[in-house]
């Protein structure tokens, strides 16, 4: 079956900065697709927060940067501010499902 | 500026068909490159592909759903519509409707707001 998998919690104080991984296989991230995240805020829909693995949309902050290696990636906060709290979700294309594959998501909590 | 709504029946019954639109603005799905998905996710639960319809009317399904759902396009009007068959009770979540870009490696760069549908007798 394929999957992403991610913590399904994570947390940080004000200023820290944290990492969010995504874990694949050879069908999905493995193969070479490419990673995306999304930030989902508490009663939202998910907004994109960086797409082909380390492209931030405009009006992203850079304290947020993504990377990819191997079956594996990766979303790093820095300087983690209380908005932040929020849920994470990678994404990728998968050739098992000839379609796209969210993980399961990410926590973040701010203490 | 990009923008998309779905709309449908917020309830219904199990065994029946659950029909959403979703109406989009600021593109045209007669453009080469551009698609449409529809994503669901049920209460505290993760996202979940359901569905995408590309420019030029290619058709992707999630498989375990293959066999109840057909995602349409009516590019004079705007929108796209999902139908999905057979609504069970584990059905019951939001459903989100999102433009994409590109032919694998496309992501969901905007959403709809989301409608919750929810299945019950």
């Known amino acids: 079956q394929s999957v992403l998998t991610q913590r399904p919690s994570m947390s940080g104080a004000p200023g820290q900065r944290v990492t969010i991984s995504c874990t694949g296989s050879?069908?999905?991230?493995?193969?070479?697709?490419?990673v995306h995240w999304y930030q989902q805020l508490p009663g939202t829909a998910p907004k994109l927060l960086m797409y082909g693995n380390s492209n931030r949309p405009s009006g992203v902050p850079d304290r947020f940067s993504g990377s990819k290696s191997g079956t594996s990636a990766s979303l790093a906060i820095t300087g983690l501010q209380a908005e932040d709290e929020a849920d994470y979700y990678c994404?990728?294309?998968?050739?098992?499902?000839?379609?796209?594959?969210f993980g399961e998501g990410t926590k973040l909590t701010v203490l | 500026q990009i923008t998309l709504k779905e709309s449908g029946p917020t309830l219904v019954k199990p065994t029946q068909t659950l029909t959403l639109t979703c109406t989009f603005s600021?593109?045209?799905?007669?453009?080469?490159?551009?698609?449409v998905g529809w994503i669901r996710q049920p209460p505290g639960k993760a996202l979940e592909w359901l569905a995408l319809?590309?420019?030029?009317?290619?058709?992707r399904y999630r498989p375990s759903l293959k066999n109840r759902l057909t995602i349409t396009k009516d590019s004079s009007k705007n929108q796209v519509v999902l139908t999905m068959t057979d609504m069970d009770p584990v059905d019951t979540a939001t459903y989100y409707c999102?433009?994409?870009?590109?032919?694998?490696?496309?992501?969901?760069?905007?959403w709809g707001q989301g409608t919750l549908v929810t299945v019950s007798s």
């Open positions: 319809i590309y420019w030029n009317d290619d058709k």
């Open positions: 994404q990728s294309y998968d050739s098992g499902l000839s379609g796209s594959i």
């Open positions: 999102a433009h994409s870009l590109g032919l694998r490696n496309y992501y969901f760069d905007y």
């Open positions: 050879s069908s999905n991230i493995g193969a070479g697709y490419d």
């Open positions: 600021g593109f045209s799905l007669s453009t080469s490159g551009m698609s």
